[in-house]
């Protein structure tokens, strides 16, 4: 009996490890091949040539239960504001939270999250909640964050769930 439940035990943290922690790939030099991976990525996510002058790029590539993309992007104390406005600019924003039969698909369209600011991207190809983009900005940084989600199971973000609690499980952000 004590033998049973030891390999219940082992099976049980095994399940854990395997299914509860996600795997982050950080290579730049494998960012397109990244973005190849979530379907419709690569209508959001930048290329590096089009982007403003910048000082580095950091890519996060988080695979959980579903995918996301974080961009970062550092640019000069210089060129970060005239960069910031340059691309929020040239992008939509939700104006309000998306629901669906009660439930929210969207609950905050701008948020805070460690030192940016996010705002969700509106977009007619997105199929929220399941894959959409979002666009942060840090001021105290000089950064950029470009970010996209997919994952297919996803129905909803559910009532009473940040958009804060989203990030910290589905993205991966370095610890200020």
Do not use: H, W
């Amino acid at each position: 009996m004590p033998r049973k439940t030891i390999l219940i035990t082992v099976i049980f943290f095994l399940s854990i490890s395997l299914f509860g922690c996600g795997q982050v790939y950080t290579d730049t030099n494998d960012y397109q091949e990244y973005i190849n991976q979530v379907p419709k990525a690569n209508t959001f996510m930048p290329d590096f040539d089009t982007l403003p002058e910048y000082q580095s790029i950091s890519v996060y590539y988080y695979e959980r239960l579903g995918q996301s993309i974080n961009l970062i992007v550092t640019y000069s104390a210089e060129s970060y504001e005239s960069a910031r406005d340059t691309i929020f600019g040239s992008y939509v924003y939700l104006e309000e939270p998306l629901t669906e039969m009660d439930f929210y698909l969207i609950p905050e369209v701008e948020f805070q999250y460690q030192s940016f600011t996010i705002k969700v991207v509106s977009d007619d190809n997105f199929e929220y909640p399941e894959q959409f983009g979002m666009l942060g900005y840090s001021d105290s940084k000089y950064q950029l964050s470009f970010m996209f989600f997919y994952d297919e199971s996803l129905n909803e973000l559910g009532n009473g769930y940040t958009m804060q609690e989203f990030l910290e499980k589905e993205f991966f952000f370095p610890k200020d």
